[in-house]
């Protein structure tokens, strides 16, 4: 059976109705095509890219299929971190992810690393250090994209381009799939989309690694992405999403080196 359907959540309708291929293009740029955000150069939209099928029966390529691996608990466990470095995964493209947020609430890449935010790791939460709390957010989450297609909403699969927005969110316990929670990305934009927090582990040479609960509480590896407006997404399938909306696919770094302490 193959599924053409995407849904979009009733309460997110509003201010976000437009049209462009199968999916909507908002003016307020959610995913990068519009926004007036850009903090510099912008990166490439797409030209001519295949439109990925929801449900083919191979998964298509992407550089999150290459890392598709459970991320074990580090709970109890605390990092430093310092700055977030972004990658992208051609190596095209570096920067920092910001400490401030855009006017969607989502947190976008500079070049400017004296504007980096500031974090540590601590049971699986990227936690904001004082002097990037003053936005009303403690932590470093993601708010499930209000575009998706199969497999359904507050789900992830590496044969989907469903993406969530990484935002500040509340608080969500390890293991548990998005629930309803108050995020920025929700501030600003009056949606009611779900969030998780409790999703990050450190991995091998510092990257920042991450995970999204399905609603049937299967863990889906995710991975980074940058869309031509610099706003940052987790996707199952990183390479599927910058084929169908433009941007990079990008793997995320502490700088410097963390250090456990337990």
């Known amino acids: ?25 908002d003016s307020n740029g959610i995913h990068g095509k519009n926004s007036t955000t850009s903090p510099f150069d912008t990166l490439p939209a797409p030209s001519g890219a295949p439109t990925p099928s929801a449900t083919p029966s191979t998964p298509v390529p992407g550089p999150a299929n290459r890392r598709m691996r459970r991320i074990p608990s580090q709970e109890g466990r605390e990092f430093e971190c310092g700055n977030l470095r972004v990658q992208a995964e051609d190596n095209a493209y570096s920067g920092f992810i910001a400490g401030t947020r855009d006017r969607d609430g989502r947190y976008i890449v500079t070049k400017d690393q004296s504007k980096a935010a500031q974090v540590k790791l601590a049971d699986s939460e990227l936690l904001l250090e004082p002097r990037d709390q003053s936005m ?11 575009v998706f297609q199969q497999p359904g909403e507050n789900n992830m699969e590496g ?16 293991g548990s799939s998005a629930t309803t929670g108050r995020s920025s990305f929700n501030d600003a934009t009056s949606s009611r989309q779900r969030i998780e927090s409790s999703i990050f582990r450190f991995g091998e040479n510092k990257e920042v690694l991450a995970q999204w609960i399905n609603t049937d509480r299967a863990a889906k590896p995710v991975s980074f992405a940058i869309n031509p407006d610099f706003q940052l997404v987790l996707s199952a399938n990183s390479g599927a999403y910058v084929a169908k ?6 793997r995320v770094f502490c700088t410097p080196a963390p250090v456990n302490r337990l």
């Open 1 to 25: 059976m193959k599924y053409t359907t995407l849904f979009v959540p009733l309460a997110a309708i509003a201010g976000f109705v437009a049209a462009a291929n199968d999916y909507p293009s």
């Open 136 to 146: 009303g957010y403690a932590r470093i989450g993601a708010t499930f994209g209000l």
């Open 159 to 174: 044969n989907s381009v469903n993406n969530a927005y990484v935002s500040g969110t509340d608080r969500t316990p390890v």
């Open 245 to 250: 909306f433009g941007g990079k696919a990008a």
